[in-house]
Each structure stands twice: as structure tokens, then as C-alpha cells.
């Protein structure tokens, strides 16, 4: 072989292995990288796992706080209404009482007719007349709305008829 030839030969070799070197440097550089990387995305990926676990601790607590507050309000709220409640039911026992206290004498026969049972008997019949008043105009009402649907019939049949005479011809 020629001199040139093996200095040439020499040059493509170190070329190569130049290139093999740089191609073997990228791979193991790329595999540290990965795992570098592998590695901060687990811590990452811890931490932001721990950061939400405390949120989430700190989101639980204050439900839990607020939770509390909202039954201890209804509490008071209904500790308050029972109270008003008993002082209206006890002020008009005390009212009734004194009611029935007072007669109604009738001047004939010095009946003492209780007042706290005459104005029931009123209220009674003002409610059975209410109901009645009630049934009266259900039943006007019902029969004004079928005599004018019956109308209304009467008419939509009366323009049919007349138009299928129309179409007939």
C-alpha cells in the first residue's frame, strides 16, 4: 500500500470512531438526563402531592369548623323559637283563661254560656259557610267553562262542516 493510502485510511478511522464515540457520549448523556429528570418528576410530583394533602386538610378542618358553626346557629336559632313559642303559647292560655272567666248570662234562664266555646261554634260555621261559598262557585264556574267549551264545539264544527261543503263542490 501506498503511504497516502494508509494515512487516509487512518483519518476515516479516527473519523469513525470519533462519531462512534460522540453517538455513544449522546446515549449515555440522554439516559442520565432521563433519569435526572425521571427523578425531579417524582419529587415534583411528591411534593405537589403533599402540598394538596394540605390543602385538602386545611379545606376538611374548615368545613368541619363551618359544618359545626351552621348546627350550633340552628341550635340557637331553634332554642330561641321554642322560647318565643312557649312565651305566645303561655300568653294566650293566660288570655283564654281569663276568657272563660267572663259569662254570657241569657237574661231568660241565667244560662252561663262559656265564651271560649261560643266563638268556636262561630268559627265553625263561618268556615262550613266558607266551604259551601266555595262549592257554590266551583260549581258556577265549572258551568260557565263547559257551556263555553260547548261553544267553542259548536262553532269549530258549524266552520268545518261548512268548509268540507266548500271543498266538496
Known sequence: MKAGIIGMLEDRRTVKMGNA?????KHIRRIYAERAYAIQKKAVLRFQAVFRMCQCLKMGEYLRRERASTKLQTRVRTFNARKQYLENRRNVVTLQKRKSNYSIYNKDSLLCVDIRGH????????SMQQ???SK???AIRAKSERD???AIQR???W???KWRAKVAR
Request: hydrophobic share 50%; aromatic share 8%.
Open 21 to 25: 464515540a460522540t453517538a455513544m457520549q
Open 119 to 126: 266563638l268556636a261554634r262561630l268559627s265553625f260555621r263561618d
Open 131 to 133: 266551604i259551601a261559598v
Open 136 to 138: 257554590i262557585q266551583k
Open 148 to 150: 263555553r267549551y260547548n
Open 155 to 157: 262553532i269549530a264544527i
Open 159 to 161: 266552520s268545518q262542516t
